[in-house]
């Protein structure tokens, strides 16, 4: 995984990444019903560019499901644990395959990233990589995320999160503390970072050539995305 959020600080046993992402944690940690969400985007044996692949959490399962996943990262701790996809190690931002996608999957929220600049970055390698009929998922924050996500909740697998978050300096700007356990291990992860409602991500896509089609999950918090006409 690739964090884009300011003031990112990760503390907790084990393997850190550079970008305070704890290893053993995001290996265990369970997909859930993604997968199964982003599949009822991507053609069947459709090609998936995994941006910020992690540990392999949304690869795994979709290469099961017959995808053909190339998985990019810039931690080699991460993508040595990623089995059946192709990895590429490299920032998101520096990413030039030189080939085109199905799919461009930009998930773990990284769209959220408080500097305009960077999150123009992030979206052009999406635009640069996906195909003239292809899809780009983004996972993003939204307002009613601030409103609501604050507390405890059983992840699965054993994993338990306890989410904090408050208002920022700067528009539109939110502080989150998270803390997780799991087996008697706790991890905390705090960072600032931006809320994206539909009017700012419609401008975000615009400016690098994409444009929203729809949302993917009833809350909003993924959308789907389209090469500009």
Request: hydrophobic share 45%; with cysteine.
């Given at each position: 995984?690739?964090?884009?959020?300011?003031?990112?600080?990760?503390?907790?046993?084990?393997?850190?990444?550079p970008?305070g992402c704890?290893?053993d944690?995001?290996?265990?940690?369970?997909?859930?019903?993604?997968?199964?969400?982003?599949?009822?985007?991507?053609?069947?044996?459709?090609?998936?560019?995994?941006?910020?692949?992690?540990?392999?959490?949304?690869?795994?399962?979709l290469?099961a499901?017959g995808?053909?996943?190339?998985a990019v990262?810039?931690?080699?701790?991460?993508l040595?644990?990623?089995?059946?996809?192709?990895t590429?190690?490299?920032?998101?931002?520096?990413?030039?395959?030189?080939?085109?996608?199905?799919?461009?999957?930009?998930a773990?929220?990284?769209?959220?990233v408080?500097?305009?600049?960077?999150?123009?970055?992030?979206?052009?390698?999406?635009?640069?990589?996906?195909?003239?009929?292809?899809?780009?998922?983004?996972?993003r924050?939204?307002?009613e995320w601030?409103?609501?996500?604050?507390?405890t909740?059983?992840?699965?697998?054993?994993?338990?999160?306890?989410?904090?978050?408050?208002?920022?300096a700067g528009?539109?700007l939110?502080?989150?503390?998270a803390a997780?356990?799991?087996?008697?291990?706790?991890?905390e992860?705090?960072?600032?970072?931006?809320?994206?409602?539909?009017?700012?991500?419609?401008?975000?896509?615009?400016?690098?050539g994409?444009?929203l089609d729809?949302?993917?999950?009833?809350?909003?918090?993924?959308?789907?995305?389209?090469?500009?006409?």
């Amino acid at each position: 995984m690739s964090v884009r959020h300011s003031h990112v600080v990760g503390r907790g046993p084990g393997r850190m990444t550079p970008d305070g992402c704890p290893i053993d944690l995001w290996t265990a940690l369970p997909a859930g019903e993604i997968p199964a969400l982003l599949e009822s985007a991507i053609r069947p044996a459709g090609s998936v560019l995994d941006l910020g692949a992690g540990a392999g959490r949304l690869a795994h399962p979709l290469v099961a499901a017959g995808h053909s996943v190339t998985a990019v990262d810039e931690s080699l701790d991460m993508l040595d644990l990623i089995e059946g996809a192709a990895t590429v190690h490299s920032t998101i931002e520096d990413l030039r395959l030189g080939r085109r996608f199905d799919a461009v999957l930009l998930a773990s929220h990284l769209v959220n990233v408080p500097d305009d600049d960077k999150r123009a970055a992030l979206l052009a390698t999406c635009r640069e990589h996906v195909l003239a009929t292809g899809v780009v998922l983004v996972q993003r924050y939204t307002r009613e995320w601030v409103e609501t996500a604050s507390g405890t909740i059983d992840l699965g697998c054993g994993v338990v999160s306890e989410v904090a978050v408050r208002p920022a300096a700067g528009a539109d700007l939110v502080a989150v503390r998270a803390a997780y356990t799991l087996a008697g291990q706790r991890w905390e992860h705090t960072y600032t970072t931006r809320v994206l409602d539909d009017e700012q991500l419609d401008a975000d896509l615009a400016r690098v050539g994409l444009m929203l089609d729809r949302w993917l999950s009833d809350d909003g918090r993924w959308v789907v995305a389209v090469p500009g006409h």
